[in-house]
Every structure is written in structure tokens, then in C-alpha cells.
């Protein structure tokens, strides 16, 4: 069904918002799938980039490249209202799987909405961004951005993100838990491993020892906790005992305190495992530590009454078994929303090749252009609401300029 359709009898503002996103679809489109045809990992992103940002200026915004000093990143702006609205745009890939969490569909969602709102922001009084936050699958692009000043003045910012078939359009109640990702390496001591093992530190034993003291501790943690670990080196010959052995490990929790207590325990198994061997260890973090995701009440309510009068599932939602996403610091600061996509007849799980395969589909595709739909929707009920808008203006996220941190 063509989304006038969906929008008939929904008032002109919104009857014109729908014939907005269908006027784009072609150029949306073609961009969605040359994103999936053409995967970039985090930082990356160059051609992602650039395409993205000639659909924008297309699309009459105003283009910044390069934005936080991050070269794939960019901020396009339509507007000059008092409330600044930033819808995200994520185009990164995962190594190997590609687009296996669907960012083609986050991507081309996001896109679509900001070329539909761009003609109304003088209408609706605000300013429209579409900011490019590259590297969410590993590098946390948005807690760079947002370290950086790109979200400053921001009184409210959306995305959505793609998942399997079966979830809720409805995203009240749900999350995404905090992860922290860290690199453990063991120091040891070479020697011959048959003339003089015992002579040498087995730094790759200390990973080992990791590993299993982790997998025991996996028994003693709450359910919706999670670690995940992998040898990234390991020993570089059969006869020379290992003095480097490298983990990278990852928890998840979807509260802070719980994510710190977790983390605490597991830094306690690779120094057990340092002591028994004797090799020394050092943990550094990797990359920043992505927040836990709050959903917005009022705009997962404006998201779900769209969602509903296009006929899906708004059933209210049982959460998330996992998954983390950077979304989840803008989110702590700036009133936020990221609902759930779910393709229809998406069996498999997301970061798989199947999923992958199933982001790119015209089933994938008819749900994208509903979410940019929904996205549209939700950004003009909440700034055609005056209570609503002052809300958002007065929540508009203005940094520390000494310490990076939230003005009080």
C-alpha cells in the first residue's frame, strides 16, 4: 500500500509528509541499496559518506563534512527554528557480515524523514539536522560527536534500527544495555619449549586461564548480563613459549552500576589468571563505553500512534534480550527515540549473513520507508504540540565547555 494511502484521512500536514517520502523514494532507495552493495567498516566510511551527503544537498541542506573532527562524519542542516531537531544516520558495517545489522535501512529511514520535514521546518519552527554518526558497530561514533559539540543545542533527536521479525513496533519500556569494550594482554617470557619451558611465562596459558574463569563466573551472573571474549593473539610458533597473548573482551548490563560490578568481576578473572601463571597483564580500554538507551515517553507514544494507524504490531513490548547501541549516550542527555524495525519474515538473528541478506529485500525496503514515515509523523506531532516543544527546547542538550559535560 503506497503511504498516501497509509496517510489518508491523517490531516495535510501529515498527507503531505507522506507524498514527501514518496516524491523521495526512488533516490532513498537506490542509496539504501548501494549502501548494502558497497559495506564500509567504522571509520571507514568514505563513499557511505559522500553519497549520503549528495542526497542531502539534493535535498536542499545545508552540508557540513567532516563534523567532531571525524572525517565520515557530517552534519546537514534545513531551518533556522528555535527548536533543533537531529534525526541520525548510521551507515557503518559490520567486518566480514557486512550489513548484517541493517544500517542500509537505518541509513535510508533517516534520510527519507529529513527530506520529507526539510520543505515544513519553518512550518513546524525548528531546525533539522541529519547527522552522520559513523562507526556505532565499534568506535562509538555518537559519544565522539557528542564529546565533540555535534549534538549542542539538540532538544531532540530519533533513529530506528532494524531487527528480526515478530518484535513490536512498540518501543515504551524497552532498552539497550551499556557495553564497555576492553583489550587484556599478558606479558610472559620466551624460551624453547622443549629445551627449556621451564624457563619461559606462558602468556597464552594466562588467556586460557581467562577464559575459563570467565566461562565459570558466565553461571554466577545475572541473566540479561553479558561477556563476550576472543584470543586476538595467542603464540606465534609451536616451539617457543607464547610471551604475548592478547584477549579482547566486552560486558553488558542495562544499568551503569550493574555494568561496573560486572566489569569489576570479570578484570578479577584475567588477574587471577596473571597470578597463577606469573605473566603480567595490563587492560586498556578500547573504545568508548556505550550508556544504556531510555526511550522517550512522549515520542515512542507520537511513534506507536503512527505505527498503529499503519496497521502493525503495537502490542506492548516484553524488552530486549540484548544489544547495546552509542544512540544510548545521546539518549542520557537529549530526549530520544529508537524504536525497533522488524522485517517481516526476518527468522534469523541480526549480525548473521542471513540477516543481512534480508536487509536488503523489498519486504525490508516497504517497512524502511514506514519507519521514515513514522519518523516524520513523530517530529511534527511533538513540535506541534506547545507544551511538547517547550519541553524539547528547554531539554536542548548544551555542553560544558570545560569539561565536556551536561550546563547545570
Request: charged share 20%.
Amino acid at each position: 500500500m503506497a503511504l498516501t494511502d497509509l496517510a489518508a484521512g491523517s490531516g495535510r500536514l501529515k498527507t503531505d509528509l507522506a507524498a514527501g517520502v514518496e516524491r523521495r523514494r526512488e533516490r532513498v532507495l537506490a542509496l539504501s541499496r548501494h549502501l548494502h552493495a558497497h559495506p564500509e567498516v567504522s571509520f571507514e566510511e568514505t563513499g557511505a559518506a559522500e553519497a549520503i551527503t549528495e542526497l542531502l544537498a539534493w535535498g536542499g541542506f545545508d552540508v557540513e563534512r567532516g563534523t567532531g573532527g571525524l572525517p565520515t562524519a557530517f552534519t546537514a542542516t534545513a531551518g533556522t527554528g528555535e527548536l533543533t531537531v537531529a534525526l541520525c544516520v548510521e551507515y557503518d558495517a559490520l567486518p566480514e557480515v557486512g550489513h548484517a545489522c541493517g544500517h542500509n535501512l537505518i541509513a535510508g529511514a533517516s534520510l527519507a524523514a529529513a527530506l520529507a520535514l526539510a520543505p515544513h521546518v519553518d512550518e513546524l519552527g525548528i531546525t533539522l539536522k541529519a547527522i552522520g554518526t559513523p562507526a556505532e558497530e565499534h568506535g562509538g561514533g555518537k559519544a565522539l560527536l557528542l564529546e565533540a559539540g555535534a549534538f549542542d543545542g539538540v532538544g531532540l533527536a530519533l533513529m530506528v534500527h532494524p531487527v528480526q521479525d515478530g518484535v513490536t513496533y512498540n518501543p515504551a519500556g524497552t532498552s539497550a544495555q551499556a557495553v564497555g569494550r576492553f583489550r587484556a594482554v599478558f606479558s610472559g617470557t620466551a624460551a624453547h619449549a622443549a629445551a627449556a619451558p621451564h624457563l619461559g611465562v606462558n602468556a597464552a596459558d594466562a588467556a586460557v586461564l581467562s577464559q575459563v574463569a570467565v566461562g565459570l563466573l558466565r553461571q554466577q551472573i545475572p541473566g540479561d548480563h553479558r561477556v563476550a571474549l576472543f584470543v586476538a593473539e595467542g603464540g606465534i610458533a609451536t616451539n617457543v613459549i607464547p610471551e604475548r597473548a592478547v584477549v579482547d573482551f566486552e560486558c553488558r548490563a542495562f544499568t551503569l552500576p550493574e555494568y561496573e560490578a560486572l566489569l569489576a568481576r570479570v578484570r578479577r578473572c584475567f588477574e587471577g589468571a596473571a597470578l597463577a601463571t606469573g605473566a603480567e597483564l595490563t587492560i586498556e580500554a578500547t573504545e568508548p563505553l556505550y550508556e544504556p538507551l531510555v526511550q522517550d515517553e512522549e515520542l515512542a507514544a507520537h511513534w506507536t500512534a503512527a505505527m498503529r494507524a499503519f496497521g502493525r504490531d503495537t502490542s506492548p513490548a516484553a524488552g530486549l534480550s540484548g544489544g547495546s547501541t552509542d544512540m544510548g549516550n545521546i539518549s542520557q542527555v537529549i530526549p530520544s527515540l529508537h524504536p525497533w524495525l522488524s522485517i517481516p519474515g526476518a527468522d534469523v538473528p541480526i549480525h548473521s549473513h542471513g540477516f543481512a541478506a534480508l536487509a536488503d529485500t523489498p519486504e525490508a525496503y516497504d517497512v524502511m520507508f514506514e519507519a521514515a514515515l513514522a519518523l516524520a509523523w513523530t517530529v511534527a506531532d511533538a513540535t506541534t504540540d506547545p507544551q511538547q516543544k517547550k519541553r524539547f527546547v528547554k531539554a536542548a542538550y548544551h555542553r560544558n565547555p570545560v569539561q565536556g559535560a551536561p550546563a547545570t
